[in-house]
């Protein structure tokens, strides 16, 4: 999550189906998703939101109010299975781009090739 975040310069999260588990900010580790986020990743489909494009922003965490104008979710899948996301949540003004997209896209294959 560290590598990542430093190379797209926004906050990172790794989480299995239902928590968080890596993150390049500690407040967010072991917290657990919304069944929103969750049905997402379940669904194996990357999802990219901007509040300046005018989509809808998930609630990532239940109970917290959405802080994030940027969103993205990356679903690890392996053997057609999803096993967990990369995600990235931006709070600031400068939103990801499609390269930051395509670095996700590719940790996800790398990590799903690691899991036996």
Do not use: R, W
């Not at 990743?41 to 990357?46: P, R, T």
């Not at 057609?80 to 940790?107: Q, R």
Request: some cysteine; aromatic content about 6%; proline content about 2%.
């Amino acid at each position: 999550a560290n590598a990542i975040s430093v190379s797209i310069d926004h906050d990172v999260l790794i989480s299995d189906m239902e928590n968080i588990l890596s993150s390049s900010k500690k407040k967010y580790i072991n917290k657990q998703l919304s069944e929103e986020v969750q049905e997402l990743i379940y669904n194996k489909d990357i999802v990219v939101k901007k509040q300046d494009e005018g989509s809808k922003m998930l609630t990532f965490f239940p109970n917290t109010e959405n802080e994030f104008c940027c969103q993205l979710i990356v679903p690890i899948v392996k053997d057609g299975d999803a096993l967990g996301s990369i995600i990235i949540l931006a709070t600031e003004n400068k939103c990801f781009d499609e390269s930051s997209v395509k670095i996700c896209k590719t940790f996800a294959k790398y990590l799903s090739n690691q899991i036996s």
